[in-house]
Nanobody
Framework: QLQASGGGLVQPGGSLRLSCAAS????????MGWFRQAPGKEREFVAALSPGGSTTYYTGSVKGRFTISRDNAKSTVYLQMNSLKPWDTALYYCAAKGDGGGYSDTSTYDYWGQGTLVTVSS
């Protein structure tokens, strides 16, 4: 089970840190990802990282602004979001997958959190 939190209302240029806490003892063996879905749009890939945290992937629009990380001791993955833009507004989901399949493909993920809303507006 994945529980996302940390969303909220922030002004353009501001920052937020999302957290996703996992239950179960296998967290450290899963690849973790963050996706987002804006109103009227399809869910899109944001970032992902490997089980050990040494390899990360980002979609182009967030590179240099967002950072994904994990703390396996706490079974938690984070998404630090800086320099937020109005078009970052979306419901953000965390997800977990095993080995195999692409990081950006939603169909390869086995578990999903409930989503946390991020609104970037002045």
């Amino acid at each position: 089970q994945l529980q996302a939190s940390g969303g909220g209302l922030v002004q353009p240029g501001g920052s937020l840190r999302l957290s996703c806490a996992a239950s179960g003892r296998a967290f450290s063996s899963y690849h973790m990802g963050w996706f987002r879905q804006a109103p009227g749009k399809e869910r899109e890939f944001v970032a992902a990282l490997s089980p050990g945290g040494s390899t990360t992937y980002y979609t182009g629009s967030v590179k240099g602004r967002f950072t994904i990380s994990r703390d396996n001791a706490k079974s938690t993955v984070y998404l630090q979001m800086n320099s937020l833009k109005p078009w970052d507004t979306a419901l953000y989901y965390c997800a977990a997958k095993g080995d195999g399949g692409g990081y950006s493909d939603t169909s390869t993920y086995d578990y999903w959190g409930q989503g946390t809303l991020v609104t970037v507006s002045s």
